[in-house]
Every structure is written in structure tokens, then in C-alpha cells.
């Protein structure tokens, strides 16, 4: 019963706190939890659509609802439907931002119904997406071009043609083109289809083609593309590269029979055109030299032939004039036609006997002529009729043929450099008759080789010797030649940074100046020009080297000895005065080395022996004595104490025993050197007489006038440079003598 009990008071309880606890208002927030709405909108969408629904709590209908909603901007491009949630499109959308805008920013207030709480205000972004809806457009469209029908395939003929697509950067703005296929689209290429550069593909002929249009295409890459066409128009200029012609490959006329000096030319008066229509050059008429010519004149505008000294009377064969017509901005463009003139009266051709009207031919022609052009016209008595022609030398029928109305035409290209002059017959027959005759053509040379060097390389190397010279000197010769038998001359010229210390006479002799490169090896070019129209050049590499020894020499110019010179004085002086200061510095140790080296071997070679007088002191070893100063020290000497001279005899005692060992090696190499040199031996009784250790020898008094200053000890070096500071002058003088075996050694 308890338990239930307790049950429900702890419901109770619960009841009571949910009943004091608040209620959570969540209108006008939104669902999502956020604090703003985003949306999507492709700019495509249609007015009235809707263009999503707000996430909002609570509910909007018109009557039953407990929140509204409101826009805050009043010219906003969209709204929300009444009694909902839904944001409608009221204007277009354009991602360009051309036709409407390219984003929408709108705030979103929200109000709670029934209550004093203040407005919500949502903010909502709508971003605008693209799509494919703006074609290329073309800039400076439609496009006009002029090209020279000699204009090389493979050039750019247009740069710069260029569309854009107003879409976001993208494959929707990406423009690629291209030519459209039509009835002259194999004329011209794009490059690239990602760029607008049209290039030549074949050649043009003005004679042919003056002009043709293209279509060209500029698309994006959308799915589908849009596209724009536009045209482009070719129009061919037309270039000098034909000759002019004439209307009639002959001419015949009539000589006068009156005093009339006017020829009628049948069937039309003479008349030549450059075959070129666009330029459509202005030309001058000619007779070419002949015996007959000079009986005539011709107009040389407009061709008219006339009369101008009596023709004999007696000649009764026909005439032929070959009328020539030259291009006037260019005389390698002619035409040549011929004008056959015949007497009234004369005998019928038929009871004629065939025959050339001459026996020699002779033409000059220039060597660079094309093949199939008209050399020369062969007349003969029958005018107007269709004759058999035969070269006769076969050799020359792969240059010439003469056509049935004799005309001689080239067959293939001359060359002066091979054969300067064609000399041949021709026949000519009538199925009834023949006749022949010589032909003569003289080649005219044309400048069509470059001079050629007999070296691909010159290379001049200078020794010494010739470069002591200050003359100047000859380097060798340069050889070339022209590949034109026309005897054109050679000029030579240098040229190269280097070039102005050598020159090139006339015979090709390279000289050296007599100023010198200061350089080991120089580089220039040596140029070879000939005499021809026009001239021509070429050039060679020349390389001129230096020994290392001239280099050396024009290296080290005389400014540079000199300083060179000053400096090594210079050091020569520091040097001497850097000696001269180390040998003064060193001079006083020297000094100070050198007594007391001589001292203590005076003192280890010397007799040593009690001093009677009492100016010595005997120390307890076997002969050892100690020469006693003390007497020039005022009696300072006395005052050593015995513990003293104890203590300072067994040190004294043990750098003896040091000593003795040296000293004895020492002794026995110079006796021996000694006995070596006079070939003799010692006795003993030398050596004993030598010893250290014979009383009989007169005693010395050494060290009585000896200043006190001139002690040095023999076991230390007494000098300004002693490691262990000052000694004491007693202690040095009793270490004196305190060797056993003292030896004095005469040589």
C-alpha cells in the first residue's frame, strides 16, 4: 500500500512543475534552424513559377492561421503567394543581367498573430543559374579581304576575326569556328578552332578566280550549341605574271603600189593586251632589226605600221616583219606576233619554189626565258600556209622546235654557263620542195651564281717572329671564283668587330695592319661580291690566332711592368727593414748564449784544484772544486749554513750525474776524431796526463778576478730568457766545479 502511496505523490509533484514551467513559442522560426533561406533559380524559369517555399513554423492561412508573412522591399522581383509559403517570380531573370536580374536579395518579415511580440525578419538569397541561351555574336562582321593572286599558301590572310557569347565563363561562352562547307570552302583554313586566324590553302589565279565568298561559323560548346554565320569576301588583285599577247598569232597587208605610205592589215589592225586584267599594263610596239625593217616604222602606242622609205621594185618575194610588244613598268614582258607583206602583181606562190626568206637567223635571248616562249619567226615565200619544220641537229631539239607557221619556241631552259651560243639548221618543206637555213641564238648571261669561296674556312696562324714586326704582314690568300662565264670581277671586303686591323687587296692577299689586336685569336668574315646585275655576294668565316707568347707580350703593357716593378720594390724593402729588426731584436739572447756556452765549457773542460789562498770551497765529492768568488761579495759568501750546502750538494750531485754521462760521450768522440786526424794512437799516459783527476798539474786560480756577473751554472742556462726567473748568484756559483771528471783537452 506504501508504494502505491508514494506513486502518487511523486505524479503529483510532476503535475505541479509542469504546470509552473512556460510554453515555448517557435512562430516565425525556422525549421531548418538556421537564420536565413537560400534558393536556386535557372534564369530560364517562367514568370508566375514558383521559385521555392520558405521553411517557416506556423501557419499562414488567411484565417485560420497564427503568422504572417510580408516582403520588405516593395520592388522585389518576386512575392509570396497569399495564405502561403511560397516565393513566385514576377520578372525575368537574366544571369547577363540584360534582360532582367542576375540575383535576388529579398528580407522575409515574419509577424505572430495574437501577440505584442516584435517582427521577424528572414533575409532570403535566390542566385540565378546559367544556361545556354546567348549564340557567338560576330565582331566587325561580315569581313572583306584583297590578296594578290601571288599570294604564297600558308600565309595569314586574316587575324583577328573573333565572336563573343555573352554566358558566364564557361563551355556555354567558349566560342570554336570553323568553315562552312561550300563551293570554294578549300581555299582557306582556321588555324586553330579556338582561334579566329584564317590561313591560304591553295593558290589563287586572277585569270580564274577574281573573287569568291566563304561562309564562317561561330559556335559554343553547349549541348546544343547555338551558333551565328557570317561571310567572308576574297577579292583576287591580280599580279604581273604573264606577258601581254596578241589578238593574231599573224599579220598580212599589202605593199603599196601607189605613193601612198599606208599599209591595210588584215584581218585587224595589229593589237596586243597584257594578259594580266588587273593591271592591264600600257604597251609599246617595235620591229625587230631585220634587213627589211628598215623600210618601215611602227606606231609604238597604238601598232600602226607604215611606209617610210620606197620599196624596191624588183623584190618580188613576200616580207615578214616581227612586231614585238613590251610591257612598259616591265620589259622582260613582251609578245611577239609577225606581219607578212606581199606585192600586188607578183607571181603566184604556187610557181614559187619553197624557200626561207633569209639563209642566217639570228636572236639574242636571255637565259633566265621560260620555256614555251616565242624566240624567233622564220618566214618563208609562202605566206599563210601550214609548213613542216624540222631542226635538224639533234642535239638542239631538246631546246628548240618551230611550229607550223615558224615560229621558233624554247623547249627547255638555257644555260650561258654550258653553251653560250646554239647554232643549228631547220628545214622546212612543202611535200613539194624544201628549203633551209641557219639559225643562230646567242645566250644573254644572267647573273645567276653566287661567288664561291675555294676554302669553307681561313684559318691564319702568326708566330712570333712575324708579329715582332711592325710592318705590315702578309697572312695568305684568299681564293674565289664565279660560277658565270661572263668575265665578271670579284670584289673582297672584311667584315667583323676585328675586321679594321686587317685589310684584302684586289688579288685576295689578307694583310695584317701594323696595329696589333691585343686579343689571341680574332674572328670576321671575309665577303666575295661579283660585277653582275645584280650583283651577288657571299661570305667565309676567317680566324686569325696569336701565339701565347705574343699575347703574353701585348698583354703586359708598360703601365703594368712599371706598377709591377713598384710593387715588388715595395716588398723588397719591407722585407730588408723587417730583417734588420728581427736581427736586433735577436742580438743581445745571442750574445748572452754564447758566454755562457763558452763559460760553462770553460768551467767543464778546465782543471779544477784547491785554491791555497782560501778562495775556494771543497765539497765533500772526490775532485770537486768550486772556485769562491766571495771575496769581491764583501764576505757574503760565509754566511751559507751547513744544512744549506747540504741540501744544495745533493741536487747539485744528481744534474752532475746527468752531466757526467754527456760529458763522457763528448770527450771520447773528440779524442777519437783527434787520433783519427794524426794517425796515432793514445797512450795511457796521455790520458791520464789529461784526466781530470792528476794533482800534477799547476794549480789555478780562475775564478779570483773573474766579475761576479760572468758566473753561469752549469746545469742552467742563465740568460734573460730563463724560464725559472732570477737564480740565486750563490746557488750558481757552487753549482760551478760540482761535476767529477772535469777534462781539459788541447789540440
Request: aromatic letters at 8%.
Amino acid at each position: 500500500m506504501w508504494i502505491l502511496f508514494l506513486l502518487q505523490l511523486l505524479g503529483i509533484w510532476i503535475k505541479c512543475n509542469t504546470a509552473q514551467s512556460p510554453i515555448l513559442d517557435s512562430r516565425c522560426f525556422l525549421s531548418t534552424g538556421g537564420s536565413a533561406e537560400s534558393f536556386l533559380a535557372s534564369e530560364d524559369i517562367a514568370i508566375g513559377s514558383v521559385i521555392g517555399t520558405l521553411n517557416i513554423n506556423g501557419n499562414t492561412d488567411n484565417e485560420n492561421g497564427d503568422i504572417d508573412l510580408s516582403l520588405r522591399e516593395r520592388d522585389a522581383p518576386v512575392k509570396i503567394a497569399p495564405g502561403t509559403k511560397d516565393l513566385v517570380l514576377i520578372t525575368p531573370l537574366d544571369k547577363e543581367g540584360q534582360r532582367g536580374p542576375a540575383s535576388v536579395y529579398v528580407n522575409v518579415i515574419c509577424d505572430r498573430r495574437n501577440t505584442n511580440d516584435p517582427s521577424f525578419v528572414i533575409p532570403v538569397n535566390i542566385r540565378v543559374t546559367d544556361i545556354n541561351d546567348n549564340a557567338p555574336q560576330w565582331i566587325a562582321a561580315p569581313y572583306i579581304l584583297s590578296l594578290s593572286e601571288v599570294t604564297v599558301p600558308g600565309t595569314r590572310i586574316l587575324q583577328g576575326a573573333r565572336a563573343i557569347d555573352q554566358d558566364q565563363q564557361g563551355p556555354f561562352s567558349t566560342v570554336e569556328y570553323h568553315v562552312l562547307q561550300g563551293p570554294f570552302s578549300d581555299y582557306v583554313q582556321f588555324i586553330s578552332p579556338l582561334e579566329g586566324t584564317l590561313v591560304l590553302k591553295k593558290p589563287l589565279d586572277y585569270e580564274v578566280l577574281k573573287n569568291f565568298t566563304i561562309k564562317l561559323r561561330a559556335q559554343d560548346q553547349g549541348s546544343p550549341p547555338k551558333f551565328s554565320d557570317t561571310l567572308l569576301k576574297v577579292i583576287v588583285i591580280d599580279a604581273d605574271d604573264q606577258n601581254p599577247k596578241f589578238l593574231r598569232d599573224s599579220y598580212h597587208a599589202d605593199l603599196p603600189t601607189s605613193n601612198s605610205d599606208q599599209l591595210i592589215i588584215k584581218p585587224e589592225q595589229i593589237q596586243a593586251k597584257d594578259q594580266d586584267e588587273g593591271i592591264n599594263a600600257p604597251l609599246e610596239y617595235s620591229i625587230n632589226p631585220s634587213p627589211e625593217a628598215k623600210y618601215f616604222k611602227i606606231n609604238p602606242s597604238n601598232g600602226d605600221v607604215r611606209l617610210v622609205l620606197p620599196f624596191p621594185s624588183d623584190f618580188q618575194h613576200p616580207i615578214t616583219l616581227v612586231i614585238k610588244a613590251t610591257q612598259i613598268d616591265n620589259p622582260d614582258r613582251y609578245a611577239l606576233t609577225t606581219l607578212i607583206l606581199t606585192r600586188k602583181g607578183a607571181k603566184q606562190q604556187s610557181e614559187v619554189p619553197l624557200a626561207f626568206l633569209q639563209k642566217a637567223f639570228f636572236t639574242k635571248v636571255r637565259e633566265d626565258l621560260g620555256v614555251g616562249s616565242r624566240i624567233l619567226s622564220l618566214p618563208t615565200n609562202k605566206v599563210g600556209k601550214k609548213l613542216n619544220y624540222k631542226v635538224l641537229d639533234k642535239e638542239q631539239m631538246q631546246y628548240f622546235k618551230v611550229g607550223s607557221f615558224g615560229e621558233l619556241v624554247l623547249l627547255k631552259s638555257l644555260d650561258f654557263e654550258k653553251q653560250v651560243k646554239h647554232i643549228f639548221f631547220v628545214e622546212v618543206s612543202d611535200s613539194v620542195s624544201n628549203d633551209k637555213a641557219e639559225i643562230t641564238v646567242e645566250v644573254i648571261d644572267v647573273n645567276d651564281w653566287e661567288p664561291r669561296f675555294r676554302q669553307a674556312h681561313y684559318e691564319f696562324i702568326l708566330p712570333n717572329s712575324i708579329l715582332n714586326s711592325k710592318e705590315p704582314v702578309a697572312l695568305g690568300k684568299l681564293e674565289a671564283a664565279d660560277g658565270d662565264r661572263s668575265g665578271e670581277k670579284i670584289s673582297m671586303r672584311l667584315k667583323g668587330p676585328f675586321a679594321s686591323f686587317f685589310t684584302i687587296d684586289v688579288k685576295g692577299m689578307l694583310w695584317l695592319k701594323s696595329d696589333r689586336p691585343n686579343v689571341t685569336t680574332v674572328h670576321f668574315l671575309a665577303i666575295a661580291t661579283d660585277s653582275g646585275l645584280p650583283p651577288k655576294s657571299t661570305s667565309v668565316p676567317v680566324t686569325v690566332r696569336f701565339e701565347l707568347a705574343q699575347e703574353a707580350r701585348a698583354t703586359w703593357a708598360p703601365g703594368i711592368l712599371a706598377t709591377f716593378g713598384i710593387v715588388l720594390g715595395l716588398f723588397l724593402i719591407v722585407i730588408m727593414v723587417m730583417s734588420f729588426y728581427i736581427h736586433k731584436q735577436r742580438k743581445p739572447k745571442s750574445r748572452i748564449h754564447s758566454q755562457t756556452q763558452s763559460t760553462t765549457s770553460g768551467v767543464n773542460l778546465m782543471t779544477h784544484e784547491y785554491h791555497k789562498s782560501g778562495n775556494g770551497m771543497h765539497l765533500p765529492s772526490n775532485n770537486i772544486l768550486i772556485g769562491n768568488p766571495m771575496n769581491t761579495h764583501g764576505g757574503s759568501g760565509s754566511s751559507i749554513s751547513a744544512g744549506a750546502s747540504t741540501i744544495l750538494a745533493a741536487s747539485l750531485e744528481r744534474e752532475a750525474q746527468k752531466e757526467r754521462e754527456n760529458y763522457n760521450s763528448t770527450v771520447r768522440n773528440i779524442i777519437s776524431r783527434a787520433s783519427i786526424a794524426r794517425d796515432t794512437r793514445l797512450y795511457e799516459e796521455e790520458m791520464e796526463r789529461d784526466s781530470i783527476s792528476n794533482d800534477d798539474l799547476p794549480t789555478r786560480t780562475w775564478a779570483t778576478n773573474i766579475p761576479e756577473n760572468n758566473f753561469v751554472s752549469h746545469g742552467k742556462k742563465l740568460g734573460w730568457d730563463n724560464p725559472h726567473g732570477q737564480i740565486d748568484l750563490m746557488s750558481s756559483i757552487d753549482n760551478i766545479g760540482s761535476t767529477e771528471n772535469n777534462l781539459t783537452v788541447y789540440f
